[in-house]
């Protein structure tokens, strides 16, 4: 693992930190294309007026995925704050052989992130690639949402459910959305010819989501010691019949509860240790999340750390 850390004063110079990591690290960048690339992953990475935009391929001019991820401004409705990433920010990357994990840290207490990596579940017809990020290609409330604040992420899920109405700004989460334009994580796995969408019929974007964790994570912290145990991050596919497949397993970042941790602490479990953050920002008084929030509750997750 390589890790990177620094300042930046506006969304091109995050994106340049994150391009700098991942070129001296082993990625190649086509400029004209602007897209980045290691054997079979392929990104376009671009900076829009709205954040910092990541697309997910599977060549270098083709096989998009259905819509865009993006970190940047979480809220468009006049008269509400936008949560958008101010400066300067401070940034973490974390750049393993096969695994991206970038993090933004802003007024304090706000987190954004993206990551992307490639697939470790065998027999996938597709390239396995996923990747993720806070926020969808929209803006929540750039249309129709009347909400007060952007968040709708719950112990079951979350997400837009219509109408530009939230994003749940953690990796395979969501378990709702009526766009393309309002998912925030993507694998294309192709099972069943189905690309990079996860729901059985293979034109939609309802999926499972975090449905297979919530128990694992509804019991944590311990209340025994106060500890809380990783969780692995994984996303599935519905399949005809009823069935579900694993699609991702995330190999360097894992689900935890942060009731009793704080933001960039590390934890030791045996000879490991885990850097840990919130999906967005941490409230302890809320820890269970909701709808039309402006926190992510004590929902967090842990990033494999070796150090500076």
């Known amino acids: 693992m390589a890790y990177y850390n620094g300042s930046a004063n506006s969304l091109i110079a995050l994106r340049s930190a994150l391009l700098d990591a991942c070129t001296l690290e082993g990625w190649a960048w086509n400029g004209d294309k602007e897209v980045l690339s290691k054997g079979a992953l392929f990104l376009q990475v671009t900076v829009g007026a709205d954040g910092i935009f990541v697309l997910g391929r599977t060549s270098l001019e083709a096989g998009n995925a259905p819509s865009a991820v993006r970190v940047g401004r979480v809220f468009s409705r006049s008269g509400y704050p936008t949560y958008d990433v101010t400066y300067p920010a401070s940034y973490e990357l974390f750049v393993f052989e096969q ?35 806070s926020l969808a290609a929209t803006v929540v409330g750039a249309v129709g949402s009347r909400k007060a604040n952007p968040i709708y992420m719950t112990p079951t899920g979350g997400g837009d459910i219509g109408n530009n109405s939230g994003v749940a700004p953690a990796l395979c989460w969501a378990q709702s959305s009526a766009y393309d334009t309002a998912q925030n994580w993507w694998v294309h796995s192709d099972l069943d010819g189905h690309g990079w969408y996860r729901s059985p019929n293979g034109t939609d974007t309802d999926d499972i989501g975090i449905g297979p964790t919530e128990t694992l994570l509804s019991v944590l912290p311990s209340q025994w010691n106060d500890e809380s145990v990783l969780v692995p991050i994984r996303a599935y596919k519905e399949r005809p019949e009823y069935y579900i497949s694993l699609v991702a397993d995330i190999a360097n ?50 990033i494999r750390y070796e150090g500076a």
């Open 99 to 133: 695994e991206v994990f970038f993090v933004i840290n802003y007024d304090v207490e706000y987190y954004q992130w993206l990551c992307f990596g490639a697939g470790t579940v065998d027999g996938l017809p597709g390239t396995g690639m996923w990747l993720g990020a």
């Open 253 to 302: 970042a894992r689900h935890i509860r942060i009731d009793n941790y704080e933001p960039g602490q590390v934890l030791i479990v045996g000879d490991e240790s885990w850097k840990v953050f919130p999906w967005f920002r941490k409230n302890a008084a809320a820890r269970d999340g909701g709808y039309a929030i402006d926190h992510s509750g004590t929902y967090g997750w842990a």
